[in-house]
């Protein structure tokens, strides 16, 4: 044994703690000392940075995230700008390191000013380390400085007359699908895009998640306008949906929040998975009756909340229904969200939540209220193109208009409440 390693080995038994600490001459402790002097350790060479179009994340005013998907290792900032006013750049930091990160670039910004149009944009720069002597992470090397192009939105305001938005759902990485989506929705141009749930089909790996859930495709789904995501069921499988929330940007990183746009003020759920903490099929990893209980108790206090209250409109939206008494897909437990249903239906019915937006189904279903189910709801999306649907709606405060259709425009339901 060399004599290195021996002390190294002996400073792990217990003999003096200057034993125990680095030795950086040391180089048998550097990890692959086989790695050749100026090779890339960490990191790359300079190259494009970007990977598609940046998700604009809140959707609250007061709530934004910009995030930007990267194609390399990177640093960089954001800069926004209110309507014609300056460039303000904001850092997003981790106890004080700047980001770095190989497949997205997040930033929250200070809250907005309502109704707004916001310019935005990314500067970054790729980023790595080399290999110099015996220190594997050795230099720090970084690429020129990239821009991205200005994208811009409107904030959402409370105050406003008038609201659009947009309900996605299910399309479970179906490109045609979202293609189809991106397209009815850059022609309505709606104030916010709610996307409900199962964007993926599993989250397997951290390098696909940008393409998952953020610029599928390389579509920009929501740099226009901004989104509140949902999650879904299937957001919440695969070695990787721990790192959801690196790919999101919701108030607090929660996948539960409320916001308002114009008269319509919304309430966001997770239904988590849509099998029971103690099903064989979770494996013991599923601790959503947890979760189930935290959303019952923020929900009790939310909704005492004034802009909520006063909203002439008050809508739930959650990926799993609440009720489900389809005829064609009859007695399926899994199709009901029943503990958020148990745990939170009665405040929300006392609060004067009026509908239920869902999915999951793959089946759409409009379901007024009646007896046994206090709050009306409707049901659509699916990944297949064929069977797709999107909801579009418009709300003044003297009515709410709900259209679902097919992707060839063929309208399904058409209500107003
Ligand atoms: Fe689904
Ligand atoms: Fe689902």
């Keep these: 044994m060399k004599r290195r390693s021996f002390v190294a080995t002996a400073g792990l038994v217990g003999l003096s703690p200057m034993a125990t600490s680095q030795d950086y001459s040391d180089y048998t402790k550097d990890p692959r000392p086989d790695v050749a002097e100026g090779a890339w350790t960490a990191g790359g060479p300079d190259g494009p940075v970007f990977a598609g179009s940046p998700v604009v994340s809140g959707p609250a005013a007061e709530d934004i995230c910009i995030l930007q998907p990267v194609q390399r290792l990177a640093?960089?900032?954001?800069?926004?700008?209110?309507?014609?006013?300056?460039?303000?750049?904001v850092d997003s930091d981790n106890v004080g390191l700047?980001?770095?990160?190989?497949?997205?670039?997040?930033f929250r910004l200070p809250p907005l000013p309502p109704g707004k149009w916001i310019r935005h944009r990314v500067v970054a720069r790729t980023a790595g380390w080399i290999k110099v002597r015996q220190f594997y992470h050795g230099e720090f090397?970084?690429?020129?400085?990239?821009?991205?192009?200005?994208?811009?939105?409107?904030?959402?305001?409370?105050?406003?007359?008038?609201?659009?938005?947009?309900?996605?759902?299910?399309t479970h990485e179906n490109s045609e699908t979202l293609k189809d989506l991106n397209l009815l929705t850059n022609d309505y141009k709606p104030d916010f895009m709610l996307w409900n749930g199962d964007q993926s089909n599993d989250v397997h790996f951290e390098n696909q998640m940008a393409g998952q859930f953020l610029s599928p495709g390389g579509l920009a789904i929501a740099d226009k306008w901004p989104l509140a995501f949902v999650r879904g069921n299937h957001d919440c499988r695969g070695p990787a949906a721990r790192s959801l929330v690196d790919f999101t940007g919701t108030p607090g990183d929660r996948f539960y929040?409320?916001?308002?746009?114009?008269?319509?003020?919304?309430i966001v759920l997770d239904t988590g998975e849509d099998k029971p903490d103690d099903s064989p099929y979770l494996s013991g990893m599923g601790t959503f009756q947890k979760m189930?209980?935290?959303?019952?108790?923020?929900?009790?206090?939310?909704?005492?909340?004034?802009?909520?209250?006063?909203?002439?409109?008050?809508?739930?939206?959650?990926?799993?229904?609440?009720?489900?008494?389809?005829?064609?897909?009859?007695?399926?437990?899994?199709?009901?969200?029943?503990?958020?249903?148990?745990?939170?239906?009665?405040t929300l019915v006392e609060a004067g939540v009026k509908?239920?937006?869902?999915?999951?189904?793959?089946?759409?279903?409009?379901?007024?209220?009646?007896?046994?189910?206090?709050?009306?709801?409707?049901?659509g999306g699916a990944p297949n193109p064929k069977l797709a649907t999107w909801i579009f709606a418009e709300a003044t405060s003297d009515a709410l208009h709900l259209r679902m259709s097919k992707l060839d425009g063929t309208i399904i339901t058409d209500v107003t409440i």
């Design 355 to 379: 509908l239920v937006i869902s999915g999951h189904t793959h089946d759409f279903l409009w379901m007024p209220k009646k007896e046994g189910q206090p709050i009306s709801q409707l049901v």
């Design 98 to 106: 700047a980001p770095l990160a190989e497949h997205v670039l997040k």
């Design 292 to 346: 189930a209980r935290e959303q019952a108790a923020w929900l009790n206090e939310f909704v005492k909340t004034d802009w909520f209250r006063e909203a002439p409109h008050k809508i739930l939206f959650c990926h799993i229904p609440l009720w489900f008494d389809h005829p064609r897909i009859p007695g399926s437990k899994s199709n009901v969200a029943s503990n958020i249903r148990d745990l939170c239906g009665p």
């Design 141 to 170: 090397k970084v690429g020129e400085a990239q821009t991205s192009e200005v994208s811009r939105f409107r904030t959402l305001d409370h105050g406003a007359q008038k609201t659009l938005f947009v309900v996605w759902n299910d």
């Design 257 to 266: 929040y409320g916001f308002r746009s114009g008269p319509v003020a919304a």
């Design 75 to 89: 640093t960089g900032y954001l800069e926004y700008a209110v309507e014609g006013g300056p460039w303000q750049r």
